[in-house]
């Protein structure tokens, strides 16, 4: 019955009552859920503070950072379908974006089809709780259109990757032995936290979504997790890969 969570009436709750003026930085927008990242990019690139996602357990800070003449606005999501999807909410507000590039770490439900290679999700378990406001469909999976231009992008540079379903849920500690083996046999190759959500607010408000991601754990076929590159330095060393894939995808949107 969740669907029934869905209501087309206005919002009493809007999110320009939180910031003074709306503004058009860039149409570009790049989320990371990494603090290293963003570290690794103040380091390496000029990046220019220009706004403040507000809330009550700290801010998250809007960076502007130019490559090769396009403008790219970035900033560090807070985790979780219904917290990334506020973020989204109040990024396009204070930054015009539309076309948003999202990456970062997942489990793998088929180990043996994603090692070594980029996830491109195409489409998305709603095992949470936030695409159902924003999108009017009985569908369990939402559709990521964005997928086709990743793939054409990771198939120009030549980067190995793998296309298929992945699993949205925010219940991290209720990922069962038997769910993982039924979403495992209707098609998913990773379980994540954001992409159903994410998803359906870009759609509601017409933006595109362009996700990636990249396997850090495993939920084996015997019902077993298994560490794979979480806390390590190869973990790092993926997200600015990730980070780098991202800005150069950027710049041919």
């Not at 700290?58 to 960076?63: D, L, M, P, S």
């Not at 998803?199 to 076929?221: H, I, N, P, R, T």
């Not at 060393?237 to 991202?246: E, P, T």
Request: charged share 25%.
């Amino acid at each position: 019955m969740r669907h029934n969570f869905y209501d087309c009436s206005e919002p009493m709750l809007k999110v320009e009552y939180f910031y003074q003026e709306s503004r058009k930085i860039s149409d570009i927008g790049i989320i990371t859920f990494s603090e290293k990242v963003i570290e690794w990019m103040l380091r390496n690139y000029k990046c220019e503070k220009v706004a403040e996602i507000g809330c009550a357990n700290g801010a998250r800070t809007v960076y502007a950072v130019s490559v090769e003449g396009c403008t790219i606005v970035f900033y560090m999501s807070l985790v979780g379908s219904a917290a990334a999807g506020s973020c989204i909410e109040d990024f396009a507000y204070l930054t015009g974006a539309t076309k948003y590039i999202m990456f970062g770490s997942c489990g793998s439900l088929q180990s043996k089809k994603t090692e070594g290679k980029i996830i491109i999700p195409n489409s998305a378990y709603r095992d949470e709780g936030l695409s159902y406001h924003y999108l009017d469909l009985d569908d369990e999976y939402l559709v990521m259109p964005g997928w086709k231009k990743v793939k054409s992008f990771l198939n120009e540079n030549t980067i190995p990757y793998i296309v298929g379903k992945t699993w949205t849920t925010d219940a991290i500690f209720r990922e069962t032995k038997n769910k993982a083996e039924r979403l495992r046999q209707d098609g998913c190759i990773a379980v994540e936290m954001e992409c159903a959500g994410v998803q359906a607010v870009c759609q509601s408000k017409g933006f595109e979504l362009y996700d990636f991601l990249f396997a850090s754990d495993m939920l084996e076929e015997v019902g077993e997790w298994k560490n794979h590159l979480l806390g390590t330095a190869e973990e790092y060393d993926m997200q600015i890969i990730c980070m780098k894939l991202a800005l150069e995808l950027a710049r041919v949107l």
